[in-house]
């Protein structure tokens, strides 16, 4: 079957950095996606990969190494305003997003 | 600004009323998607469509219907309503698979409670 892992929760302290990570296995691949999403709120797009090899954006980056099955997603300088859900999604070869049950991100001051 | 609007933020309704939900992009996208999102699951896809009048089953399409008769505006409808069906329900649409990044954006959500 396909499966995207992702821990449930993590914490960090304002100012730090974060790394959240992404395993999945699919059938076939056509990029790996992050998402954000605030409490009661749509999630929205972060990033997107779909080759090997570090993205960044500002103080977010996203990391992708398609022979491990895995990526991360990497927030610098912490804010209170990035306590959210952070989504991981495959898009298998049927080019249909498979969804991990996110991470919640918990920024203490 | 790209948009997708749904017709409510928060529904309750009683077990076995028919419940509509409304989804409206303005982005001349041709797919659309309803997914519902619980604690602890990702989010799980009911059904989608790719053009006008066509829909295709998701993971979890028993007890939801479709439809899609504008390209702009894409229903969901509970049959009859269950207590199982109480979750947030998300609608998204996107481009064409396969082009560029492809991300879905996505309406605002309904909380749905059925009791």
């Known amino acids: 079957g396909q499966n995207i892992d992702q821990p449930t929760e993590m914490t960090a302290t304002e100012g730090a950095i974060v790394q959240i990570n992404c395993t999945y296995q699919?059938?076939?691949?056509?990029?790996l996606f992050w998402y954000q999403q605030h409490a009661g709120e749509a999630p929205t797009f972060l990033s997107y990969?779909?080759l090997d090899g570090l993205e960044e954006k500002g103080r977010f980056s996203s990391f992708l190494s398609r022979s491990k099955g895995y990526s991360y997603l990497l927030l610098k300088e912490l804010q209170m305003k990035d306590s959210a859900s952070y989504l991981c999604?495959?898009?298998?070869?049927?080019?249909?997003?498979?969804w991990g049950a996110g991470t919640k991100l918990i920024i203490k001051p | 600004d790209v948009k997708v609007t749904q017709s409510s933020r928060y529904l309750v309704k009683r077990t076995g009323e028919k419940v509509f939900l409304e989804c409206v992009q303005d982005?001349?996208?041709?797919?659309m998607f309803w997914y519902r999102q619980d604690p602890g699951l990702g989010l799980r896809l009911i059904y989608f469509?790719?053009?006008?009048?066509?829909?295709e089953k998701g993971d979890i399409p028993e007890g939801y219907s479709v439809s899609r008769e504008k390209k702009e505006r894409f229903s969901l409808i509970l049959e009859s309503a269950s207590t199982n069906q109480t979750s947030m329900y998300l609608c998204?649409?996107?481009?064409?698979?396969?082009?560029?990044?492809?991300?879905?954006?996505f309406g605002p959500g309904t909380r749905l409670t059925v009791t």
């Open positions: 699919t059938s076939g691949f056509n990029g």
């Open positions: 998204a649409s996107t481009k064409v698979p396969g082009q560029g990044t492809d991300e879905q954006y």
């Open positions: 469509s790719y053009d006008v009048k066509m829909k």
């Open positions: 982005m001349d996208h041709e797919n």
């Open positions: 999604a495959v898009m298998d070869s049927n080019y249909q997003l498979i």
């Open positions: 990969n779909v």
